[in-house]
């Protein structure tokens, strides 16, 4: 079974256009650092309409993404149970 899939990357407009990702570095980025890609392309449009309105407009770059090593916390739930338990591990560190 193939780990391609299409994700969606959603980038404020500029030219030119964008040929790799751009990396997040947001402070409030929801998992830190790192690109942030979409499932769902109606996902990534809503993005750009409430997340990049410093832009103006926002364009949605379509990639094809190994997806072996990315996690799933939405349908998987071995996925969605590690996810928690690290990010229960982390806030005991911070906190």
Known sequence: MSNIRTMYHTQGYSLPYLIK???CNR???WL???FYFWDDDADAII????GKTSFGKFVVYISK???EDVLDTVFNEVH???FLKH???ISQDIF
């Open 27 to 29: 402070y409030n980025a």
């Open 87 to 89: 990010m229960d591990r």
């Open 32 to 34: 830190g650092s790192g």
């Open 47 to 50: 993005w750009g309409k409430e």
């Open 21 to 23: 990702p751009i990396r």
């Open 65 to 67: 993404i190994d997806c």
């Open 80 to 82: 969605y149970k590690f």
